[in-house]
């Protein structure tokens, strides 16, 4: 009688067990990525296709500068960045909103106490379609919006170093070089809208490490050489035609070579 109840009670006590909740998975050590289409390095051939389509397909390059920071530190890379994603913009963009990354990262459980860093590369797509207001008033919206986020964020990785890594420097003299077809032969054009936009979004970046307490990685010192009119052996930022700076996956955003030297700076940040 006795042999039976404790075995009646030890089979009890396995199904109890089994019944509370799944067996806990240990809570990886990782690198989450989010932003827009700067930081995923969409290939541009692949975009193109998902533009005529009604999902919402987040094409994103294994080279990218944060997947190769990721390689480089020994941290598997969580990537959750979009083409066109923004926070304030009124303009409509296939990316959708910033915070649909962070629901993304939080339900896939990618942020977790055991995330090491957070790499967010994000904010020119808030810098136009903004109704002609002030810049100032992009900021303080763009940081209102974002706050929230960098809450979640926060709570869900409480150990992660959060950084925002800027944009690298793109015009140069307040002229781009969007033609590159012979080799090192530059064909520079004004470009004052681009260039408050690349401003804008260099103070929106700033205002909102200030405003959480999260790191800023400036990448102007490191890039302030290497724009769209710089020399082809040099240049970390593509034309809208560019032959002559090596591979690159879309026009208008950094290259393989740039990506290759932001990737070493963050990983040495």
């Not at 009890?12 to 827009?36: T, W």
């Not at 904010?123 to 303080?140: H, I, K, L, M, P």
């Amino acid at each position: 009688m006795l042999r039976k109840l404790v075995t009646a009670l030890t089979s009890a006590a396995i199904l109890a067990s089994l019944s509370v909740a799944p067996q806990a998975v240990a809570a990886e050590r990782n690198m989450v990525v989010l932003g827009d289409s700067i930081i995923a390095d969409s290939p541009a051939t692949q975009l193109l296709a998902d533009r005529f389509t009604s999902s919402r397909n987040c094409r994103r390059s294994p080279d990218s500068y944060a997947e190769q920071a990721g390689r480089r530190l020994g941290l598997p890379v969580r990537n959750f960045s979009c083409p066109g994603v923004q926070s304030v913009s009124t303009g409509s963009f296939a990316g959708g909103p910033f915070n649909v990354e962070v629901d993304s990262a939080l339900n896939s459980g990618a942020l977790n106490v055991a995330t090491a860093r957070v790499v967010i590369t994000h904010g020119f797509n808030d810098t136009y379609f903004n109704g002609g207001e002030s810049e100032g008033s992009t900021r303080e919206r763009f940081v209102a919006a974002m706050r929230p986020q960098i809450d979640r964020i926060r709570a869900a990785a409480p150990h992660a170093r959060i950084q925002i890594v800027g944009y690298p420097t793109i015009v140069t003299g307040s002229r781009i070089c969007p033609l590159h077809i012979i080799p090192n032969i530059t064909l520079p054009v004004p470009a004052g809208a681009m260039e408050r936009w690349e401003n804008l979004a260099q103070g929106m970046n700033i205002d909102l490490a200030r405003a959480t307490g999260v790191e800023f990685l400036d990448l102007k010192p490191h890039t302030r050489n290497n724009g769209m009119c710089a020399p082809d052996a040099d240049r970390y930022f593509s034309g809208v035609i560019d032959f002559t700076a090596g591979k690159g996956n879309m026009p208008l955003h950094i290259n393989a070579r740039g990506h290759e030297r932001i990737g070493e700076i963050l990983a040495n940040s």
